[in-house]
């Protein structure tokens, strides 16, 4: 992408598949390392785009069809992008994010029935050139994610289930095929990680696919002799 010189890195997959967990470790690993690394979420990661994921996952939105979640996702995407994003990656940071255009594509397209140009259209506009330059794709059987996403409901600090963890489980296989069907027709871009091994195994493949990608961190530049001009 002309004029950004950090790294885009994506984590994608169905409910309870550990892409938080993931982010968090790799985030770490990259500090450890010499990098800047910024953290985020889509919907969300913006002040703006934050209230909207707040509509969304409410299920505040959801009478209103697919269409309309379809703009609010890129809405917040756009206003993520503009504010968050773009200028991580022009001042050379390493951004990760937790979700961005591959989910629109598998949620609101695949299974969301919206018609494939549709959904493309409006996310050419909503990332405006911005892309990932490399998706991790965390795989695991839809019942083993719900499972997990259960669990999370009912640990120390209560959460409900969101308005996509509620749906049928046909609904969220589906959607996994969707994300393995993107990974073999972007394979450059995309990776997919089995999610169903221990989370220090995941870490580490984790990293290893993304190390190669990596700008040179500040402690890593050749030191720039004081004479040259």
Known sequence: MAGLSGLFITFE????????????????????????VVLTREPGGSPGAEAVRHVILSGAAEHFGTRMEALLFAAARSDHVEEVIRPAL???KVVLCDRFVDSSRVY????????????????????????????????LPAAIGLERAR??????????????????????EKRREAFLDLADREPLRCRVIDATQAREDIARQVLATVEPLLPLSRRERPAIPEDAS
């Not at 598949?17 to 990259?30: M, P």
């Not at 919206?114 to 959904?119: G, K, N, Q, S």
Request: net charge negative.
């Open 13 to 36: 997959g169905g409910e309870g598949a550990g892409k938080s967990t993931q982010i968090r470790l790799l985030a770490q690993a990259l500090r450890e390392r010499g990098h800047s």
């Open 90 to 92: 022009r001042a050379g």
């Open 108 to 139: 609101q397209g695949i299974t969301g029935n919206l018609e494939p140009d549709f959904v493309e259209r409006l996310q050419r506009v909503a990332v405006n050139g911005v892309m990932p330059d490399c998706t991790l794709i965390l795989d």
């Open 151 to 172: 669990q999370r409901a009912e640990g120390p600090i209560d959460s409900e289930p969101d308005r996509f963890e509620k749906e049928e489980i046909q609904t969220h």
